[in-house]
């Protein structure tokens, strides 16, 4: 072994301290694909390159725009020679990320159109109105039982019909679910809009989500930058091992 190469050989708490983690993260990375196999030493240890703190970079990097798991997958893919694979996964998470925000604009459409509600036309019964929003009825009824959606009985049949105002409240759920807010977050807002009559109470938290989504595809972009200087590395270490 060379002396340069000597020199460029790191431990895995020499990676795992330079990003602040544990050695036991660093080699389940390695377990899990997510770097590359490390070489051994005669005595069993692991030795790390600059190839495996660049794949470590990239990882880190990859999580904050696209999530553990898809940034896990990603990396995997790219160890294992499948970058198309790897670019195909890229592509999916920015088309969620432009999914979601066409789902914010929905929600700002639909409390745009908040206001005055009819009087109850055009009622609904649970199997049109879940056909509707893409639901399963068991959905409309649990959101009934968070307070979210508040059906009146047909007197004769005992069934829940949706009024316009259920419609409404059903479809602003069903966008505020979309965009990852839970049960609980979304009741207070719904109780507040019915009491305000507006949209007041919304308006910090679409200030927020709009953060967010902007947070997300900034570190997608830090991410893609990364995830270039590691396919650089393993070019440059493809072509080193060719001309041996």
């Not at 080699?27 to 190839?51: F, M």
């Not at 207070?188 to 109470?201: D, E, H, K, T, Y």
Request: no cysteine.
């Amino acid at each position: 072994m060379g002396r340069n190469v000597r020199r460029n050989l790191q431990r895995p708490v020499d990676l795992a301290r330079r990003h602040g983690l544990s050695t036991q993260a660093v080699r389940n990375y390695e377990a899990a694909g997510i770097l590359p196999y490390a070489v051994r030493t005669a005595s069993g240890y692991r030795t790390y390159t600059p190839l495996h703190a660049e794949a470590l970079r990239a990882f880190l990097a990859l999580v904050p725009g696209h999530g553990h798991r898809t940034a896990a997958s990603i990396m995997q893919a790219v160890n294992r020679d499948a970058t198309e694979e790897a670019l195909r996964l890229i592509d999916e998470s920015h088309a969620q990320l432009l999914e979601d925000r066409h789902t914010l604009r929905a929600v700002e459409a639909a409390l745009r159109d908040l206001g005055p509600v009819p009087q109850e036309r055009g009622d609904t019964f649970v199997g049109p109105l879940a056909g509707r929003l893409g639901v399963r009825p068991a959905t409309l009824r649990k959101w009934e039982r968070a307070g979210l959606v508040r059906p009146r009985r047909d007197p004769q049949t005992g069934y829940r019909v949706y009024g316009a105002a259920d419609i409404r409240d059903a479809l602003l759920v069903h966008q505020l679910r979309r965009g990852g807010y839970l049960l609980e977050q979304i009741a207070p807002l719904i109780a507040q809009v019915r009491s305000a009559g507006g949209v007041a109470p919304l308006e910090s938290m679409l200030r927020d989500w709009h953060a967010r989504l902007s947070a997300r595809g900034r570190a997608m972009l830090a991410g893609a930058a990364a995830l270039e200087a590691y396919l650089g590395s393993e070019h440059r270490a493809e072509r080193g091992q060719s001309m041996r």
